[in-house]
């Protein structure tokens, strides 16, 4: 198929100013610096934070970009669990859309500790993230959406996997936690390949990170699945390496893209976009047959791998037992 001129090769429209430093933060410092929990929030990320390691070290610059619409509901749970990371070379950059609802001045609270912001209209999710990313200095970046958050040690976690390897994609566990009945239900990764990843939601945005060197724009005539497209352009002759340890929760809600529906019919536009530029995904059955059983041996094999650090995480949250759905550690 012929194409016109590429939308993925924009020039940048957001260099117009720098972005804050990145400020460094001494060991457990930062819970007493930040505005108090609204009350009865306690554990993960409101009165606990993340205590880095105690052996000095080089650590990597990451930027995290949270793009944000009308949801004051969740992104002050969002911001907290990204600065309490503790994490001494973070560069977390905030795009929010014009929202509203109060969301800019939630962010506004914690302006002093973001290395940039902006609450003006933009043409979506994908475009706010490129703005968010057109602004990055991180050797790795990675992006988390205003309604999911962090657990904590991930940043720390991702740095390690990046040091330990010659990774250029490091990606890991998750938690799905569901409003309806406040379950949590565990996500556990799949084995990546190249051609799985027409079928989508094989990574979580929120649970990979990956060298600012290999990154590419969003297409930003995407409504939904901006990650799913994403990655058949990003993956593809990469190094990745699978982390076995949870290191965010996807927050399922009535609003979100993923369950509400007003964005089904977004889902159905963005599918027969991807597949104009990618192809439509294989109805071979043989395909189709070896996909699910080399996931489930996959799966098999690191269900218990690195049982204790998956437990460590849960246990640092300082939440009551949680109401576990059919998926569980």
């Given at each position: 198929?012929?194409y016109?001129?590429d ?13 804050r ?6 060991p ?8 108090p ?8 990320p409101?009165?606990?934070?993340t205590?880095?390691?105690s ?7 990451i930027?995290?970009?949270t ?23 973070l560069?977390y950059i905030?795009?929010?859309?014009g929202?509203?609802d109060?969301?800019?001045?939630m ?5 002093s500790?973001?290395?940039?912001w902006?609450?003006?209209r ?7 993230i ?7 200095t991180?050797e ?5 959406n ?8 991930a ?10 390897s ?7 566990d998750?938690?799905e936690?569901?409003?309806?009945d406040?379950?949590?239900q565990?996500?556990q ?10 079928f ?18 969003l ?5 939904c699945?901006?990650?799913?497209e994403?990655?058949q352009?990003l993956?593809?002759g990469?190094?990745l390496?699978y982390l076995?340890?949870?290191l965010?929760?996807c ?6 893209k993923?369950a ?7 889902w ?9 530029r ?8 043989l ?27 849960l246990?640092?949250c300082?939440w009551?037992?949680?109401k ?6």
């Open positions: 198929m012929v016109g001129k939308p993925f090769d924009q020039p940048s429209c957001m260099a117009d100013r720098p972005s430093p990145i400020m460094s933060f001494p457990q410092s930062l819970l007493a610096s930040l505005p929990p609204p009350p009865g929030r306690t554990g993960w409101w009165t606990v934070e205590v880095p390691p052996a000095p070290g080089t650590w990597p610059r930027t995290i970009v793009p944000s619409y009308q949801q004051a509901a969740y992104i002050e749970e969002t911001l907290r669990s990204v600065l309490l990371q503790n994490y001494p070379a560069e905030v795009i929010d859309g929202s509203s109060g969301s800019a001045g962010i506004e609270r914690y302006a500790r973001l290395s940039y902006h609450s003006r933009d043409r979506g999710q994908a475009d706010a490129n703005q968010g990313f057109e602004r990055a991180g790795i970046v990675g992006w988390l205003s309604d999911d958050y962090l657990l904590p040690g940043l720390f976690a991702v740095a390690h996997a990046f040091q330990q010659r990774a250029e994609i490091v990606y890991a998750a938690l936690y569901f409003e309806d406040h379950s949590l565990y996500w990764g799949y084995w990546v390949r190249p051609e799985f990843l027409q989508g939601g094989v990574l979580p945005s929120h649970a990979t990170f990956w060298k600012r060197a290999v990154h590419v724009p297409w930003t005539d995407l409504n699945n901006v990650d799913g994403l990655w352009r993956v593809p990469r190094r390496n076995p340890q949870p965010a929760v927050r399922i809600h009535g609003e979100s993923s509400a529906p007003r964005w089904r019919e977004k159905k536009e963005d599918d027969q976009l991807i597949w104009s990618h192809g439509r995904p294989t109805r071979n059955r395909f189709r047959a070896w996909f699910n059983r080399s996931q489930r041996v996959f799966k098999w094999f690191t269900r218990r791998r690195n049982l204790a650090a998956k437990q460590a995480v246990a640092a300082a009551p037992p949680p576990w759905r059919a998926s569980r550690l």
